[in-house]
């Protein structure tokens, strides 16, 4: 052995200060009335329209812009106000809602019918995925010359051409829901022994209700659109070939119709007029039956975080 023993490393002994107590923040405590206040959802909303609306009326007041091109926002709400109180705009509107329902109604049953081919057999799935990828990027509004050589000058061809905004988008959606619904939810309906239309109704349609929820919204915002810029155009070329709207008033037209001829006559308040009551409609569609339907279904269902 070594005449030098190897001494053991005594490890020096550390003392910690002390620390004071920690701190976790506020366990529990009341709100402010500011965010009480801001935590409310339609007041966030309506705080970026107020600030929209109010940088709309200081620019069109700062720059002295023409009324002719971009009125204030206090002229259209004047001629908002008139159009609903003294004028026939809520006649108008339910002339274009009665139009678009006729055909969100038709459109819907033509895609169930499309949607339930599909998933019953593969030549049914072919030919709806082919139908879709062929006629899904065609514009509807594109259909309408032929749609009035078709029908006519009549609302059988506005209903033509909002079934093509309708079909595709709420059919490729719900075929597409389908075909996401999982194995194990398919064979608990098998082993319930549901097949054809209690299969589809009790285990696809709920499983897929969220991408069929989208599709009747995404077709119902198309069909809209379609509606008004199909009145644009097919309510000036009624005024001019067979004098209907002319001889019936500005009640036998639709929102389009108003628009266009509020164009015509350099009425630009009441063109802005008309485009705020398009807004509306579909603010109050949105909210007031999708957001409905979607609260009391798929949220509710935990499907969807709120």
């Known amino acids: 052995m070594s005449d030098h023993a190897i001494e053991p490393y005594v490890r020096k002994e550390l003392e910690g200060q002390e620390i004071g107590e920690a701190v976790i923040g506020d366990v529990e405590r009341r709100l402010s009335v500011w965010e009480r206040i801001s935590n409310v959802d339609a007041v966030r909303k309506l705080s970026v329209l107020v600030t929209l609306v109010v940088a709309w009326e ?26 609903l109180v003294n004028e026939s705009l809520l006649i108008n509107v339910w002339n274009s809602l009665s139009l678009l329902l006729t055909g969100y109604a038709i459109g819907i049953g033509i895609a169930s019918v499309l949607v339930v081919f599909g998933v019953w057999t593969r030549f049914g799935s072919d030919l709806l995925t082919t139908l879709t990828a062929m006629l899904n990027p065609l514009p509807a509004i594109a259909l309408l010359p032929m749609a009035m050589l078709w029908f006519g000058l009549g609302p059988a061809a506005i209903v033509f051409t909002l079934l093509h905004s309708i079909i595709w988008p709420v059919a490729l959606n719900t075929h597409s829901g389908f075909m996401g619904v999982s194995e194990t939810q398919r064979m608990v309906g098998r082993n319930y022994g549901l ?33 008004i810029a199909a009145e644009l155009v097919f309510g000036g070329q009624v005024a001019d070939t067979s004098g209907q709207l002319g001889a019936e008033g500005s009640t036998a037209g639709g929102l389009g119709w108003i628009i266009f001829q509020s164009q015509m006559e350099n009425q630009t308040p009441y063109v802005f007029a008309g485009l705020f009551a398009v807004i509306l409609v579909g603010i109050i569609i949105e909210n007031g039956v999708f957001r409905n339907i979607e609260d009391r279904t798929i949220r509710r269902w935990g499907m969807q975080i709120a």
């Open 58 to 83: 200081l620019y069109t007041r700062i720059s002295q812009i023409n009324e002719l091109m971009f009125p204030t926002f206090s002229a259209t709400g004047t001629a908002l106000y008139n159009a």
């Open 195 to 227: 097949k054809g239309l209690p299969y589809i109704y009790k285990i696809l349609i709920p499983a897929a209700f969220p991408s069929i929820l989208t599709g009747l919204r995404i077709g119902w915002a198309f069909a809209w659109r379609t509606l």
